[in-house]
């Protein structure tokens, strides 16, 4: 019988086209020796034995995006029937059995990620487009995540996404990834190699969730090739993410230096520059991360490809003109008018080939990243997801540039310097 749940230390966790791309890459890293949170993945082929208990594989096979009602209707159905549906017994069983091992064994909360067999690929990284669940207690909880993941495939956002890429729900799975939680001191995440050809770690209080959505801007720390540390540039993190039992994180509010003080020391940004430098040579390219660190130490989240572009030698026409630093998404120079948008209502004001300016640079903004030609963002930084889609759709984008929306004036000629994490006016 097919093996359902597959830990993430055995050899047969190490093929994306059991456990998606996401958890196979935990898997290289964990059997590498790098330190990570461990766990298991339920397989791409429990969710295909899932659809098939609940009798919909017929359906799916004859879904057709062009045909746009029946594929509304058909992706309605398909989630209602994960959510609602008991799940199959000879998947349920050993999943249940390693959620209780793994809790009895670490006594930490659980985490639930997806791990789509079409993530992480080049030119569709899905990055925030699926589901992860944290601080989970109970088996009903983490029942309910593992059905989230699985309906993540036909969400419509998704949907959409894959359709702009050529892809199809119908013609993939969905693994899911559960681990023990991190209980984060500080987390964030890390580019290892960057267009001038050094290493990136960004860095906040708590989870990783404010970074990965835009809604703080990191510390940024600059390495060279050896893991040594060039410079730190404290952000301000005003809030902190915490875990909240049930699934999903909390903010706090964080006050007096540590809003600006930095979450590592030197000697710990270069701990994970090393452990940067081994994803690379583990994957054979450059890597983005995820991490986390607790009272234990460093541990590594998630490694993914990383496309590194080369600097664009900038218009001689603005050298002189007036101009604010911020964190680079790595990819792209864009010129265009600046519309400053305050709230999402005010999103179809952004025309084809504008550069828009807004406070939080979150992945919801993915729709409208292909008519733009950039984005500069008061909040985020250059490893949060919006950051990663920018740099898949070849997007030029500046992240955490204080004061953007104040100080560029709307409608004015914009240029957007992703390399170097320059925005210009004129």
Not at 22 to 39: I, S
Not at 117 to 126: Q, V
Not at 300 to 320: C, F, G, K, N, Y
Request: contains cysteine; hydrophobic residues 45%; glycine residues 10%.
């Amino acid at each position: 019988m097919t093996d359902f749940v597959i830990p993430v230390s055995e050899p047969a966790a190490l093929d994306p086209e059991r456990v998606g791309p996401k958890a196979a890459n935990l898997a290289v890293l964990t059997q590498a020796g790098l330190p990570t949170p461990g766990g298991f993945a339920l397989t791409a082929d429990a969710y295909l034995h899932q659809l098939g208990h609940l009798g919909m594989r017929d359906a799916i096979r004859a879904f057709d995006p062009a045909v746009i009602m029946a594929s509304r209707r058909l992706a309605i159905d398909v989630r209602i029937a994960l959510y609602d549906q008991p799940i199959a017994p000879e998947i349920l069983e050993p999943l249940l059995a390693h959620w209780r091992r793994m809790r009895e064994e670490t006594g930490c909360l659980g985490v639930v990620r997806s791990s789509a067999l079409i993530e992480d690929r080049a030119g569709a990284n899905f990055a925030g487009q699926f589901e992860s669940f944290l601080g989970l207690a109970g088996e009903d909880e983490m029942l309910t995540a593992v059905r989230a993941c699985w309906a993540a495939l036909w969400t419509t956002n998704v949907r959409r996404y894959m359709e702009s890429n050529a892809l199809s729900p119908a013609q993939t799975a969905m693994s899911v990834l559960i681990q023990p939680l991190v209980s984060a001191i500080a987390s964030g995440g890390g580019l290892s190699r960057t267009p001038e050809d050094g290493m990136l770690i960004a860095a906040t209080w708590g989870l990783g969730t404010s970074i990965a959505q835009g809604e703080i801007v990191p510390d940024r720390i600059v390495l060279d090739r050896d893991a040594n540390v060039l410079s730190i540039h404290p952000g301000h993190k005003d809030h902190s993410d915490t875990c909240q039992h049930g699934g999903e994180s909390r903010p706090h509010a964080v006050h007096g230096h540590l809003v600006t003080e930095p979450c590592l020391s030197r000697d710990e940004a270069g701990e994970l520059g090393r452990h940067l430098l081994h994803a690379e040579e583990l994957m054979g390219m450059p890597v983005e991360i995820e991490w986390a660190m607790d009272e234990g130490g460093i541990k590594m989240l998630q490694s993914r490809p990383l496309h590194v572009e080369e600097p664009v030698v900038p218009d001689a026409i603005w050298t002189d003109k007036p101009g604010l630093r911020g964190h680079p998404a790595g990819i792209g120079w864009g010129i265009g008018r600046a519309v400053v948008i305050e709230c999402e209502c005010q999103m179809s004001r952004v025309a084809p080939g504008d550069i828009l300016v807004t406070k939080v640079a979150g992945p919801a903004l993915s729709h409208i990243l292909p008519n733009v030609a950039g984005v500069v963002s008061e909040r985020g930084g250059s490893t949060s997801h919006l950051a990663s889609l920018a740099r898949e759709r070849g997007i030029p984008a500046v992240l955490g540039v204080m004061g953007a929306t104040s100080r560029i004036p709307d409608g004015a000629q914009v240029a957007v310097d992703g390399v170097a994490g320059i925005v210009r006016w004129m």
